[in-house]
């Protein structure tokens, strides 16, 4: 059905051949054959072997299958053993981290109500929503869960959570009666009722116009559903990182086939040279390497409470640029709090404390009598607590409370002033009331005051303001001024906040069963109560620590722009209103430019709907941001799809949240972010050390291996002794390096630019420095040992060694790009220095194990040459150190 809300009860009724008594049980079989059951589609959860073969989705892995593949046609099995094996233990890890992660974030499905009551030719049935049709007639009461989309037909008070949809933070009053724009945003819609949202309070009935994915909540999981996540920054750098790699191997594969050929080599020989060749150049430890330096970080994050469902995500956060994050629940807390009262000629009177936990006080500004002030606020107080339906009291040594969202909020006011429900009730009995209806806009209860009645009343200021004469000021009653009133509720509106008016007085009763909406005349006017969801306590500082570390934030909602613009204000994310783009206005900006120039301009986005929500998202992505999303709505689950990375609340968070997301918050405090930033960072950065290392000593032996070629020099390594260069000795010590502690001021510096490669300028310079430092003193050992007479074997035996000692130094240069090795505590990383030790122990044990030994055409050596190896290779740690004082000095880089 098109517009129900555009539609008259009737009308609706009439298109859908439905009455108010409902379908007859023939036909709701019939219409459930013919438009489905009423469920939305359920991804089904990836089995351990498609998440194993999922690890395999990498370039790198590409590039080292095909290496694989062609150590195989040519018969070279331990190669292949080598390369496939690494392969393998990259994807058991991935696969047990990810298996883990998935568990951690399993979460029951409970967006959809499970049952439904609804009226079948005049007679109420509870039936499975499943099965609820378009014609139903279904009924609702506080507590229910909303089963489909809803023409609402009556309600007698009705108050709808729409949070999940909207963001909006305060209960929806229900209209039947009203008609709203074809376009209107959900949030004005007053005669609807959507799937998935909560019934606060009331009662009503509702035609059912909408079942399963064509609700408002299936088109948000069609909009999931249809899109893939952007790929991570990280798995995007790697990309190009591998085309590089592919690009070199290419190019010194033809070089090393050319020498080769011209100098009489066999085809066959050559085909060995160039998988030798690929062999070196081919970081083979680098997944393994990666899979752990992402799962390390995986660990440290869940410690500062983010769970990390996608490895690849890990290092997301750390990149990203810009953070479009919900209000309510994730920059707020989601429980209204009073924080305001404005009393009658008097200064406004801030409360302190925020949620539904009664901790916090009166706050009196300097110059006011503080006696007077208080009196005047305990009188409101003891007014809004006797005008209330809602509970407030601790059971089992915690605060529990129920009820209408601004009912609980008085009485938590009421708390923070020493006035509770029960001491009110019991001093003053309640004789009879005055329900509150959103026809009436107000609430009013008549009590017993000694001798006399008096009523209380709350609502709406335009209701309330015509029932009084006097007001309640500081200096006693006066004369009503109305213009002061309404200009102090004008200010608290503009300051974001929701206005609630009080007002009690004398009534001159005989029967109070009599007592009704005539006798609300002459009365007191108390003063103006200030709501409001309230920033969490920690977010500004989080904002700022984003600010700080070049991350911009902005704030998506559905709320009203005045709401959201304080809450930003108070947050620091906008000083005007020029900071606010909403969504009705994105709307209606037809050319695409501006409305995208709008988007990147914008801080605060008021009222926009789920779509509006990822367009934002794309918008910010075209400008080449790296944007990363937080939520807990079902409205935010396109948006965290489409991002770089999402991030879900754990405790607030819908299911369709937490299962769409790339992250969870377990503690829903966005300032948990800024811990998962700076872990993604020292993830990167961890990652780059373990490239570089990698990547360095592989140059190394391919600028020697292709010298030695070039000098007319034997063979310098064989293809296995390369592989237990890269992944032996090499592989022991990258994976130690993975486990590298922040160096600090990770949160200083601003993020990468988004198109910054991993290979950039200072890591090209340092790779080249470094790889032709070693590569040049590995040959010149070769060389060397031939001219002394050493034999072939023994040549490369001390040239293997001399560039696994480089590389036990390399792996120390590689613990920081700027900062002096001199400086570095080794003990900072155990694993390292263990590591380091035992891939050298590793190397001279091979020397002496039989089997093993002949293999890689090891042989023992002397102390004495140990030792002077060792010290050509101390060499390298200063003129590393010499590069990284010129880039400092000079580049302060």
């Known amino acids: 059905m098109k517009d129900p809300h555009n539609q008259s009860a009737e009308a609706a009724l009439a298109e859908l051949q439905s009455s108010p008594n409902g379908l007859s049980a023939a036909e709701a079989l019939l219409r459930l054959q013919q438009h489905g059951p009423n469920t939305l589609p359920e991804a089904t959860p990836p089995t351990l072997a498609q998440l194993f073969l999922h690890q395999f989705k990498s370039p790198l892995i590409y590039v080292l299958l095909l290496a694989g593949a062609i150590s195989l046609v040519l018969g070279e099995f331990t190669d292949a053993a080598f390369i496939f094996g690494v392969l393998v233990l990259n994807a058991v890890i991935g696969t047990v981290q990810e298996a883990n992660a998935q568990r951690q974030a399993a979460s029951l499905k409970s967006l959809t109500v499970p049952h439904a009551l609804v009226l079948r030719q005049g007679e109420d049935l509870e039936i499975n929503a499943a099965d609820l049709v378009p014609g139903d007639v279904v009924l ?168 990390v469902r996608k490895l690849i995500a890990v290092e997301a956060l750390g990149s990203c640029t810009f953070i479009a994050s919900d209000k309510t629940g994730t920059l707020t807390l989601n429980q209204l709090t009073v924080k305001r009262l404005c009393l009658p000629h008097g200064a406004p009177l801030e409360i302190s404390g925020e949620g539904m936990t009664p901790e916090g006080e009166l706050l009196l500004p300097p110059g006011i009598d503080a006696l007077k002030a208080r009196t005047a606020a305990e009188r409101l107080a003891r007014a809004v607590t006797l005008c209330n339906e809602g509970f407030l009291g601790k059971r089992e040594g915690r605060w529990s409370h129920h009820g209408d969202a601004v009912d609980v909020s008085l009485l938590v006011l009421a708390h923070k002033l020493g006035i509770t429900k029960p001491a009110m009730e019991a001093a003053f009995p309640l004789l009879a009331e005055i329900p509150f209806e959103s026809e009436r806009q107000y609430a009013a209860t008549l009590h017993q005051s000694g001798d006399q009645k008096i009523a209380c009343v709350k609502g709406a200021l335009e209701k309330l303001l015509p029932m009084c004469t006097r007001m309640g000021a500081l200096q006693g009653e006066l004369p009503l001024d109305a213009a002061a009133i309404e200009g102090a509720a004008h200010e608290l509106a503009r300051a974001g906040y929701r206005v609630l008016a009080v007002a009690e007085g004398a009534q001159d009763l005989a029967d109070p069963k009599s007592f009704g909406p005539g006798h609300l005349s002459g009365m007191t006017f108390l003063g103006l109560v200030g709501t409001i969801d309230p920033p969490r306590a920690d977010a500004k500082q989080a904002i700022a620590a984003c600010r700080g570390a070049g991350i911009e934030v902005a704030m998506v909602t559905g709320d009203h722009p005045l709401t959201a613009l304080a809450i930003a204000k108070d947050l620091g994310l906008a000083q005007n209103d020029s900071a606010v783009v909403t969504g009705p206005a994105l709307r209606a900006e037809q050319d695409g430019a501006k409305r995208a120039a709008m988007m990147a301009q914008a801080r605060v986005f008021a009222r926009v709907e789920p779509s509006q929500k990822l367009d934002i998202v794309q918008a910010l992505q075209k400008t080449g941001h790296f944007v990363a999303v937080t939520g807990d709505g079902a409205n935010d689950a396109p948006a965290l799809r489409a991002a770089h990375v999402g991030v879900a609340m754990g405790k607030a968070g819908t299911d369709v949240a937490r299962e769409t997301a790339d992250m969870i918050l377990v503690d829903d405090n966005f300032s948990s972010i800024v811990a998962g930033i700076e872990e993604g960072r020292v993830a990167y950065a961890n990652v780059r050390k373990v490239i570089f290392m990698l990547f360095s000593t592989g140059m190394a032996t391919i600028f020697a291996f292709i010298s ?151 042989e023992p050596v002397s102390i004495h040459e140990w030792l002077q190896w060792l010290a050509i290779a101390v060499s390298l740690f200063w003129m590393m150190e010499a590069y990284k004082f010129v880039r400092r000095r000079f580049y302060k880089a």
């Open 708 to 858: 030695a070629l070039v000098l007319g020099l034997p063979m310098l390594f064989t293809a296995v002794q390369m592989l237990w260069l890269n992944i032996v000795t090499n592989g022991i010590q990258d994976v130690a390096l993975a486990f590298e502690p922040a160096e600090g001021g990770e949160l200083r510096r601003k993020p990468r630019p988004p198109q910054e490669p991993i290979f950039n300028r200072w890591m090209i310079e340092g790779c080249a420095i470094s790889a032709v430092w070693m590569g040049a003193w590995t040959v010149g050992v070769f060389w060397w040992a031939l001219q002394a007479g050493w034999s072939e074997s023994a040549a490369r035996n001390a040239a293997l060694l001399m560039l696994v000692l480089f590389q036990n130094v390399q792996v120390g240069n590689s613990r920081s790009e700027t900062r002096s090795g001199l400086w570095l505590n080794p003990l900072k990383n155990r694993f390292l220095l263990i590591g380091t030790i035992t891939a050298q122990a590793v190397h001279i044990g091979a020397m002496f194990t039989p089997g093993l030994r002949e293999v890689l055409q090891l």
């Open 140 to 307: 609702l009461e506080t507590g229910n869960k909303v089963p489909a989309d809803l023409r609402l037909l009556s309600a007698n008070n009705l108050e709808i959570d729409e949070s999940l949809l909207t963001g909006e933070s305060l209960p929806v009053d229900k209209n039947p009666a009203s008609l709203a724009p074809a376009q209107a945003a959900l949030g004005d819609r007053l005669n609807m009722a959507f799937a998935g949202t909560l019934v606060t309070r009331g009662r009503g009935t509702g035609l059912c116009v909408a079942t399963g994915r064509k609700t408002q909540l299936g088109g948000i999981a069609n909009l999931v559903s249809g899109r893939e996540s952007a790929k991570p920054p990280l798995l995007q750098r790697m990309e190009r990182f591998t085309q590089v790699i592919s690009l070199i191997v290419a190019v010194a594969c033809a070089v090393v086939a050319a020498v080769a050929l011209a100098r009489g080599n066999s085809l066959e020989e050559v085909f060995l040279l160039a998988v030798g060749l690929a062999v070196a150049a081919i970081p083979e430890g680098l997944p393994v390497a990666l899979t752990i330096a992402l799962a390390i970080a995986t660990s440290r994050m869940a410690r500062r409470n983010v769970i």
